[in-house]
């Protein structure tokens, strides 16, 4: 593994956001990500920032704890793996990438991690917008401010003028590319993200094949932006590991995506969003816009290739794009209803493991987090009501432990 940042090295005096893990028993009904296992009257144990029992409920459970009967549910804390930590949802992005100071951009970031918490989000995968992620991450670590887990790929690396090159690294050849890549693991990225195409594809060969080759022996994962089946196939031939957005596949690229697990993040918040006009124009999105969205929403055609990638067998993985036009941060809903609708999940139970228990596998977390059993580090939710049967009560969220602390509990819990 690469050194760590420097800031890793910094001795921290005084945690400003104390954090200290809950010693609680949760009653409800648990979905612990375990199979297709619901226990209707269940409880889940935190203590030391672990979960030490899940099981169904007794009065035995809680008797070294607190004990919070709360009514609801229980599940897994919340990942959304394709975020923009420094976007606030105004339409245009190049703006406030090239003129927001960057304090601004910070605060953006603190706010937005807050609005995950109180959406059940306990972990961001910022998939860049300048260096903002790295100092998010750097408040978050050393006790600055207490918000979400963070995944960050610091700044995203594009060919010089390619796609959003206005808020990425730009970089043009071989080696400059290697030098993009190793200024990424020095400010601490977990992974790196790259451009693959707009409308058309990006990079040439040497310069995938050096951005490939100096991450993996950096030991981090890479992964792409790529929309349509040419980016797609070329993302997976190059060593890839995962794929942003997805798009129109052939048959020939679902096998190859199925033969190496390569696992799609799919974003269909900002279509879905885009599309209402009442939502889209409070952002200043433009009428024209908004035709477009809605026309790509009606256009079922438009998903055969991500829907028939799922139904093989390829990882399918939550991600909204947070941050993007309209696409305010802690919303999960409009994205979970959008996969069941048009197939690339089956039901809510399979929704809700792709942005738990599917993304902790993805992002190699998955011996820590992701589902609810003994051992696992305390990322939990609790929820009013019943999300098996109404996705909405996602919406419901009463409380959120990151790592067995309480980072949100809503009034009145």
Not at 273 to 287: C, F, G, K, L, V
Not at 302 to 323: C, E, K
Not at 367 to 392: C, F, M, Q, S, Y
Request: include cysteine.
């Amino acid at each position: 593994m690469p050194e760590a940042p420097a800031w890793k090295f910094q001795s921290v005096l005084q945690d400003l956001a104390p954090r200290e893990p809950a010693s609680v028993t949760l009653r409800g009904r648990v979905i612990t990500g375990v199979g297709e296992e619901v226990i209707e009257d269940g409880h889940v144990t935190l203590e030391g920032g672990r979960i030490v029992s899940v099981g169904a409920w007794d009065a035995a459970a809680g008797e070294a704890w607190a004990v919070l009967p709360t009514g609801g549910t229980i599940l897994a804390g919340l990942i959304n793996s394709h975020a923009h930590l420094a976007w606030d949802g105004i339409h245009d992005l190049a703006a406030q990438s090239m003129h927001d100071a960057p304090e601004i951009s910070a605060y953006k970031a603190a706010a937005n991690m807050l609005a995950n918490l109180r959406g059940g989000i306990t972990m961001v995968r910022d998939l860049g917008m300048n260096r903002s992620g790295e100092f998010a991450k750097q408040a978050v670590e050393q006790g600055v401010f207490a918000g979400p887990r963070l995944l960050i790929c610091a700044e995203a690396i594009v060919q010089t003028g390619g796609h959003t090159y206005w808020c990425c690294r730009e970089a043009t050849g071989a080696d400059e590319m290697r030098r993009a890549v190793r200024e990424q693991v020095k400010a601490g990225a977990d992974l790196i993200k790259i451009m693959m195409c707009h409308d058309l594809l990006e990079f040439t060969d040497e310069e995938l094949e050096a951005i490939v080759d100096e991450t993996h022996r950096s030991g981090l994962p890479v992964t792409a932006h790529a929309t349509f089946d040419a980016a797609i196939e070329r993302a997976v031939d190059f060593g890839i590991d995962t794929v942003e957005h997805g798009g129109s596949m052939s048959d020939r690229t679902i096998g190859k995506l199925l033969e190496r697990g390569v696992p799609i993040v799919t974003t269909f918040s900002p279509v879905v969003i885009q599309a209402q006009p009442e939502i889209a124009r409070r952002y200043n999105i433009p009428e024209w816009k908004i035709r477009e969205r809605q026309r790509a929403v009606a256009d079922r055609g438009r998903y055969d290739g991500l829907v028939r990638a799922a139904r093989a067998g390829v990882r399918i993985v939550f991600g909204t794009d947070a941050g993007s036009p309209a696409v305010r941060h802690g919303l999960v809903v409009p994205e979970m209803e959008f996969m069941i609708e048009v197939g690339v999940v089956a039901d809510n139970h399979a929704a809700i493991m792709s942005a738990t228990r599917e993304a902790a596998i993805m992002n190699r977390l998955d011996d820590r987090i992701g589902t609810l059993e003994a051992g696992k580090e305390g990322d939990v939710i609790v929820v009013d009501g019943n999300p098996l049967d109404d996705l909405r009560d996602l919406e419901q969220v009463r409380m959120t432990f990151v790592r067995g602390c309480c980072l949100y509990s809503r009034a009145g819990v």
